[in-house]
Every structure is written in structure tokens, then in C-alpha cells.
Nanobody, 127 residues
Framework: QVHLVESGGGLVQAGGSLRLSCEAS????????MGWFRQAPGKEREFVAG????????KYVDSVKGRFTISRDNAKNTLYLQMNSLKPEDTAVYYC????????????????????WGQGTQVTVSS
């Protein structure tokens, strides 16, 4: 059984920062591409950022480029998302997910390509 547990969400003013963490268990974390997605009220879940198993390839949605940084620590089975210069439009529930393929050099952009998900952590950015 794979478990992904996100933490680090909260309420922050516009321009502030948060760091999300996602702790994984039940799968050899280091073999899989990992991703962050978010879902705002009334909107579809969208890809935010992804990172391959070696950290050699990362991808970001255009709206967060230059503000968010995805990273991972395979020794700690933990995925991170550093979020700086937060905007009210970043308000959403943030989810981490693991790709169903291992040893991939590709970062999937669509949620259907990820097979395990965390429960989500709320990020609220006030204006």
C-alpha cells in the first residue's frame, strides 16, 4: 500500500512563501517521477510541477515558473514544493502524486498518468 502525506499548507499573505512536503511510503520512492497538482474551488485539478526520479528533469506550469521550485530527497522519501511570491490565484488544495512508471526520464502532465495521490493540503493566499 502506497501512502503519500502532504504537509506545509496554510494561510499566507500575497507575496509570502510556503514550503510543501510530501512524505512517501510503501513504494521505492526513488524510482518514480513525482508531481504536484492543485485544485481550486470550481476548477479542474491542474498540474503544477513534476520531477523525475534522478531530479534530472523538472517541469512547471507557466503560471508558477520562476516562483515555485520542486525538489526531492530520495534518502528521506520526501518531495518538496517551495512556493515564493505567492498570489491569491495560487489558492487551492495541493496534492502530490506518483507516476505509475518507474525509471522514467519523462514528467507526465496529466493526472491520469499518476496512480497514487495524497489527501491534499490547503494553501490560501490572501490579498
Amino acid at each position: 500500500q502506497v501512502h503519500l502525506v502532504e504537509s506545509g499548507g496554510g494561510l499566507v499573505q500575497a507575496g509570502g512563501s510556503l514550503r510543501l512536503s510530501c512524505e512517501a511510503s510503501g513504494r521505492t520512492f526513488s524510482r518514480y517521477t513525482m508531481g504536484w497538482f492543485r485544485q481550486a474551488p470550481g476548477k479542474e485539478r491542474e498540474f503544477v510541477a513534476g520531477i523525475t526520479w534522478t531530479s534530472g528533469n523538472t517541469k512547471y506550469v507557466d503560471s508558477v515558473k520562476g516562483r515555485f521550485t520542486i525538489s526531492r530527497d530520495n534518502a528521506k522519501n520526501t518531495l518538496y514544493l517551495q512556493m515564493n511570491s505567492l498570489k491569491p490565484e495560487d489558492t487551492a488544495v495541493y496534492y502530490c502524486a506518483t507516476d505509475h512508471n518507474y525509471y522514467s526520464a519523462y514528467v507526465p502532465l496529466f493526472s491520469a498518468e499518476y496512480d497514487y495521490w495524497g489527501q491534499g493540503t490547503q494553501v490560501t493566499v490572501s490579498s
